[in-house]
C-alpha cells in the first residue's frame, strides 16, 4: 500500500503553498485593490482564488483520501459561484455580502478539519 501522505498536498509545505496559499494571498489582497483596479476585475480575482482552492482540494482528495478534501473542495468551488452572483448581484446579500460570502466559504473549509480527528484523516 502506498503511504497517503507522500501524495498530500495539504501535508507538505511547497505543495501547500501553491495550492492554498498563494491563493489565499490573492483573495485577501483584493481588500488592497479597489483603487486600482475595476470591481469586476476583483470579484473575478475573489472567485478564482476560490475555484483555484476547491480545484485543488478536489484533485488532493483524488489522489490521497485526504477526508477534509472531500468535504473543502466542494464549498470553495460554490463559494466561487456565490462569489459571482453576489459580485455581480445576481444575488443581493447587501453591502457586505462578498465579505459574507468569502468569510462563509473560509469558515466552512476551515471546519471540515474538524473530521478528521472524528473519522481519520484519510478516507480508506
Known sequence: MVDQ?????????????????????????????SGFAPFPIIVFIMSGALFWMGLACVMNAKR????????????????GVAVLLVGFEVVSLGPDGLIMV???????????????????????
Open 5 to 33: 501522505t507522500t501524495n498530500d498536498h495539504a501535508a507538505r509545505p511547497l505543495p501547500f503553498f501553491w495550492s492554498w496559499g498563494l491563493p489565499l494571498a490573492l483573495l485577501f489582497s483584493t481588500n488592497f485593490f
Open 64 to 79: 490521497c483520501r485526504r477526508r477534509h478534501c472531500y468535504y473543502s473542495g466542494p464549498i470553495f468551488l460554490v463559494g
Open 102 to 124: 468569502v468569510g462563509g466559504t473560509l469558515t466552512l473549509a476551515l471546519l471540515t478539519y474538524l473530521t478528521e480527528p472524528i473519522f481519520g484523516k484519510y478516507v480508506s
